[in-house]
């Protein structure tokens, strides 16, 4: 096996590990426990990611894949979410899940465009 893909194996696993992780623990936990060289971004940016992959995490068994939702409707849900993330101290939401869901329905007009290209 080749030094790359020996390194590839390696992040898979890594990822993998991660994901049982954020399964068993809290967010903080996990980005705390996880050696910095595992994640070659901002602290700031990974623990935002953790916490995006929790919410897609809540509602994967009732929403299923992403990629197969009309575009229109992702769009109106991010619309809505941005809403909340507007009003989320007022309605005494948690202002980092908000925006976590907003990035999350950001990402998946990205995908589901970047999919449908011509």
């Known amino acids: 096996m080749t030094k790359e893909a020996q390194i590839q194996k390696l992040i898979k696993r890594v990822n993998e590990l991660e994901a049982e992780m954020a399964a068993m623990l809290e967010v903080e936990t996990v980005f705390r426990m996880v050696p ?36 229109l409707y992702l769009l109106d849900q991010l619309a809505n979410c941005w809403a909340n993330l507007r009003h989320a101290q007022e309605l005494d939401m948690d202002p980092t899940k908000e925006a976590a869901d907003v990035a999350n329905y950001a990402m998946m007009v990205a995908s589901v465009m970047e999919d449908r290209k011509p």
């Open 36 to 71: 910095a060289y595992a994640f070659p971004m901002r602290p700031e940016v990974v623990e935002f990611a953790l916490v995006m992959e929790g919410r897609l995490a809540e509602y994967d068994a009732e929403r299923g894949h992403w990629r197969h939702a009309p575009t």
